[in-house]
């Protein structure tokens, strides 16, 4: 099975930047994904990029977001610039495989003065 492990959350003051690693267990994962939750509401997407590096994002967090991915590293990566209270949410890492989903377990990113 593979696993999704990310990391890089934290407590983050308005107009601060994070930036959150997602690590796969295997190699050869095609397009990955971040989604976020935030309480009370459904996931939603944030950014996703294919194999061939081609990235697309939600209206929310263009212009402030950049997914990037190290396939020597089964890694992808969310820099979070200019962050504002309303990104707050735990953020899981998705990639599409075997004709399902994984997911990550989370990880949290508060944005508050």
């Known amino acids: 099975q593979v696993q999704l492990v990310e990391s890089g959350g934290g407590l983050v003051r308005p107009g601060g930047s994070l930036r959150l690693s997602c690590v796969a267990s295997e190699s050869g994962l095609k397009a990955m994904a971040w989604y976020r939750q935030a309480p009370g509401n459904q996931r939603d997407y944030v950014a996703i990029i294919s194999r061939s590096g081609a990235t697309r994002y939600a209206d929310s967090v263009k212009g402030r977001f950049t997914i990037s991915r190290d396939d020597a590293k089964n890694s992808v990566y969310l820099q979070m610039n200019s962050l504002k209270p309303e990104d707050t949410a735990v953020y899981y890492c998705?990639?599409?495989?075997?004709?399902?989903?994984?997911w990550g377990q989370g990880t949290q990113v508060t944005v508050s003065s």
């Open positions: 998705n990639a599409p495989y075997m004709g399902g989903n994984l």
